[in-house]
């Protein structure tokens, strides 16, 4: 698959993440607390969308770090919490997948060695 597929499923993916965990939290209806959560909980995905943007390699390197934090709270909440585990499932999920198209962008970019 192409860097330039790739770029493009990892800002997709980047936003179904932001609007599941944003939507998570909006289950137990809209308060100016839960707004303060899921703001709070989706920064770390926002910092790297200008580099996905500008497709800087260096972004896609650290924004792998930024995904760690949902597969823990998917794994956390799934099994904490199992009568609700349609969210943290599809957190997981899209957590898994962002963390994998990551690094599928990063061997796709690489810089070839010329003297190959």
Same mark, same amino acid.
């Given at each position: 698959?192409?860097?330039?597929?790739? #770029? *493009?499923? /990892?800002?997709? =993916?980047?936003?179904?993440?932001?609007?599941?965990?944003?939507?998570?939290?909006?289950?137990?209806?809209?308060?100016?607390? $839960? =707004?303060l959560?899921?703001?709070?909980? *989706?920064?770390? =995905?926002?910092?790297?969308? $200008?580099?996905?943007? $500008? +497709?800087? +390699? +260096? /972004?896609?390197?650290?924004? *792998?770090?930024?995904?760690?934090?949902?597969?823990?709270?998917?794994?956390?909440?799934?099994?904490?919490?199992?009568?609700r585990?349609?969210w943290?499932?599809?957190?997981?999920? @899209?957590?898994?997948? @962002?963390?994998? *198209? @990551?690094?599928?962008?990063? +061997?796709? #970019?690489?810089?070839?060695?010329? #003297? #190959?």
């Open positions: 698959m192409s860097a330039d597929r790739l #770029s *493009t499923i /990892t800002v997709g =993916l980047t936003f179904a993440l932001i609007a599941t965990v944003a939507g998570w939290q909006f289950t137990g209806g809209v308060s100016m607390q $839960r =707004l959560f899921a703001v709070v909980l *989706t920064v770390p =995905l926002w910092a790297p969308l $200008r580099g996905f943007l $500008r +497709r800087t +390699r +260096r /972004t896609y390197a650290w924004a *792998t770090l930024c995904v760690i934090p949902y597969f823990i709270l998917g794994v956390t909440e799934a099994i904490a919490n199992p009568q585990r349609v943290p499932a599809l957190c997981l999920a @899209l957590a898994l997948t @962002l963390f994998v *198209t @990551l690094i599928l962008y990063l +061997r796709a #970019s690489a810089p070839r060695d010329a #003297s #190959s």
